[in-house]
């Protein structure tokens, strides 16, 4: 008989008790050599032979196990992971069944599931996504067409990529053309379970650079989904309150959460059209891109609908004349640090026009992918794009920080068009040389440009690395928070900028003015329970009342360092006063000189 057996993704242990017992019985294995650990080929009896299926055809692998069968003897087709999956085995089933030649099949352990164990991560989170997709992107072999890349990423659900390890650059276009965010956590899991395991987290946007940097290229799964990285809802399974078939719920269920009402453009791009025509073309670009269409057609009124959108959405798309978008938007505008993008497109595709924030607001950029989307031409005309000379501004939003300073981009940007150099000083590691025009230095007169989570006089690039920690006493109000914040930030010589999410303990995630708070700055609140922040480990400032009242010791500190991930330090410890304690966690960031996406 023949058996097809899982042999997991990679660590020996991690096969079958059945598998195993398969091995040690077989007299004849063939084996997927590329990437079965041969560890576990010492499972076989000494006088087993062995084949490696990597050098040989489906023929040859054939007339292998036809002939042990022949002989009466017992062989085993060892695959990779669970065999269902990338497995070929199909073919081989076939094969032998048309030869009468019995066979079984003994699942594995897919290396889909090696690669979440090495994350910590749980693929179906209730409220981000109880779906996982399991594909790969079309390569030698083909994928349907109803399959591609881009429709799955349509529905955000958490994402699984085989074989797609060394195509980053095109994942990361396909996961965005179908509506995923430059910043929807992904991660690159290379050989999950073996010795050489190695995990990257990143985002969509940073996929292709993170592999590329660290050189995988294949044995590597790709996964993408706020999964990776969300707040959620906990299970109603575990929930006390909740009957199931084996336990009686000590009550209600509790109610769902609110639904989202807030009015925000789906993916942030906020779509208006003018006639048919435009409509018709807005929802191509939202299929594309992502987001939601309105059309004055149905009643929207543009006034209305710019007042609505303009300090919600990440980028308003204009689908008409140019003039309209720039008269609706001018009431609304404040300053390039916090307008959002806005791009007009003519009805009939021929141009897409940034109009305001070409570079931190990302409109250059999204105006580029319009452009690519519909075969227009982007009417770029920022003087340092159109001259093709480094942007500090743009370059601050690729790499995901913000800018203080703002007024003295401009200075910086003249420097560089007159063909003078600028000088770049970082507190932080940057891969890579600097572009043309960039020096970088670390002593000396003072810089054009700061790289800095501290304060300095003139242009600041702020890393967004710092997680705040929060501890509040019930009933506390925003605008207190705020005051105490602006002290906190003052006294521990921070930028706020330099803030990427707030943390806190989970008996506060309906605390109404820390939401506010949380909110206004646009932070994730990321809270942990008592169990969770005391499992943090380091030394930090005790207190018995917070103890008493929380079951953890102290929480401001904790759920810094809780929230700010693997390898984050202690920045700044408890602040406290007015009932409120801030602390703040500093988590390791790596950036590169990038500056132009796609
Ligand atoms: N049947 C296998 C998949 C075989 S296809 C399974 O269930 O895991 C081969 C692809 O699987 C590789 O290109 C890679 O994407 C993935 N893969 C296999 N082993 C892996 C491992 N240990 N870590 C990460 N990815 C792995």
Known sequence: ???????????PDLITLRGAALLADADVVVYAGSLVNPALLERCKPDCVLHNSAEMTLPEVIAVLESAEAAGLESVRLHTGDPSLYGAIREQMDALAARGIAYDVTPGVSSLFGAAAALGAEFTLPGVSQSLIVTRMAGRTDVPERETLRSFARHGASMALFLSAGMLERVRDELLAGGFALQTPAAI?????????????????????????AGIRKTALVLVGDFLDAPY?????????????????????????????????????????????????AERLCNALGGEVACTRDGVGLRDWTARQFPRARALVYVGAAGIAVRAIAPHLIGKASDPAVVAVDERGQYAIPLASGHLGG??????????????????????DVNDV???????RVQNCAVA?????????????????????????????????????????KPDVWVDFHPHAGLVVVPRMLVLGIGCRRGVTSATLEARFAEFCRSADVLPEAICSAATIDLKKNENGLLEF??????????????????????????????????????????????????????????????????????PVLLDWKWKNG
């Open 1 to 11: 008989m023949v058996h097809f057996v899982g042999a997991g993704p990679g660590a």
């Open 189 to 213: 899991v290379y050989k999950a379970t073996w010795p050489d395991e190695t995990v990257l987290r990143c985002t969509v946007g940073s996929l292709a650079e993170t592999g590329a940097l």
């Open 233 to 281: 809802e906990k299970s109603k399974l575990y929930d006390p309150a909740f009957t199931t078939e084996f336990r009686q719920g000590s009550g209600e269920i509790p109610p769902e959460p609110a639904e989202n009402t807030s009015e925000c453009a789906k993916d942030g791009i906020a779509y208006l059209s003018f006639t048919e025509r435009g409509r018709m073309l």
């Open 363 to 384: 409109a250059n950029e999204l105006a580029r992918r319009i452009a690519h989307v519909i075969g227009a031409s982007a009417a770029i005309t920022t003087a340092t």
């Open 390 to 396: 480094f942007a500090v501004d743009e370059w601050a």
């Open 405 to 445: 300073g703002i007024p003295h981009i401009r200075t910086a940007s003249a420097k560089l068009l007159d063909g003078s150099e600028i000088s770049v000083r970082s507190s932080c590691a940057i891969d890579g040389n600097p572009p043309q025009g960039v020096c970088l230095t670390q002593t000396g007169e």
């Open 518 to 587: 949380c909110a206004a700055h646009g932070w994730r609140l990321i809270t942990g329970s008592a169990e969770e922040l005391s499992a943090v480990a380091g030394t930090f400032t005790a207190s018995d009342f917070v103890a008493k009242t929380t079951g953890v010791d102290n929480v401001c500190e904790r759920a810094a360092l809780y929230a700010a991930g693997e390898n984050a330090v202690l920045l700044h410890g408890k602040f406290a006063g007015e009932g409120i304690t801030f602390a703040l966690a500093k988590r």
